[in-house]
């Protein structure tokens, strides 16, 4: 299973990003995904998820209202946009595919996630 994100760059501070993230080798369709994200000297946190189906989401409380999270069973990519920008969201952004098939809700957990993308880098100026 390989996943592919991308989007990433330096935006200031109020501005907006989209990320993406492909996923192969695996019936993407049948899983969920999440979006964490690791902040330097921090600890990889999670951000945002979305069932297999798309009818559930989970966010965050420090992007919930800013941050949208969606996919594109198509296309086997999950996506993030990202208003409203802060410095305080600078990390690294990493996409991940939840491992248990069909679950209902969404999980936050990073153990519940088999397969983690490269990561991708956001930096908000100031």
């Known amino acids: 299973v390989q996943l592919q994100a991308s989007g990433g760059g330096l935006v200031q501070g109020g501005g907006s990003l989209s990320l993406s993230c492909e996923v192969s080798g695996r019936t993407f369709s049948s899983y969920g995904m999440g979006w964490f994200r690791q902040a330097l000297g921090k600890e990889r946190a999670f951000i945002a998820g979305?069932?297999?189906?798309?009818?559930?989401?989970a966010y965050a409380d420090s992007v919930k209202g800013r941050f949208t999270i969606s996919r594109d069973n198509a296309k086997s990519t999950v996506y993030l946009q990202m208003n409203s920008l802060k410095p305080e969201d600078t990390a690294v952004y990493y996409c991940a595919v939840d491992r248990f098939f069909r679950r209902v809700g969404v999980t936050t957990s990073d153990y519940d996630h088999d397969f983690w993308g490269n990561g991708t880098l956001v930096t908000v100026s100031s």
């Open positions: 979305i069932n297999w189906v798309g009818s559930r989401t």
